[in-house]
């Protein structure tokens, strides 16, 4: 089991930066691959980025390829989206999620494959 508590959300104008935190609870943090979404309204909760257990590989959904970047401080039982370069399409709820680690996948990209997720930061981005 684990528990994810996300931080770091925010009203920011267009072409600024944040970083949004997402802590763990649990002792297997490392065994969890971990991941990003967003949910705009009135639409589907969409794939961000995710990153594998050991923080080695990550990937990126094409829309924030070159401006977000995802990272994990297995210390900590951290992970982070840093998200440069913002723009008012970015404005949505974004949720960290947590599943198990799988041999043979880093990374999973459909919200039905993560088993945890957190209660989501809302970030606004102003034009």
């Known amino acids: 089991q684990v528990q994810l508590v996300e931080s770091g959300g925010g009203l920011v104008q267009a072409g600024d930066s944040l970083r949004l935190s997402c802590a763990a609870s649990?002792?297997?943090?490392?065994?969890?691959?971990m991941g990003w979404f967003r949910q705009a309204p009135g639409k589907e909760r969409e794939f961000v980025a995710a990153i594998s257990g050991s923080g080695g590989n990550t990937y990126f959904e094409d829309a924030v390829k070159g401006r977000f970047t995802i990272s994990r401080d297995n210390d900590k039982k951290t992970v982070y989206l840093q998200m440069s370069s913002l723009k008012p399409e970015d404005t949505a709820v974004y949720y960290c999620?947590?599943?198990?680690?799988?041999?043979?996948?880093?990374?999973?990209?459909?919200?039905?494959?993560?088993?945890?997720w957190g209660q989501g930061t809302q970030v606004t981005v102003a034009s």
């Open positions: 999620a947590a599943r198990w680690a799988v041999s043979g996948r880093s990374y999973f990209t459909d919200r039905t494959d993560y088993n945890y």
């Open positions: 649990g002792r297997t943090f490392t065994m969890y691959i």
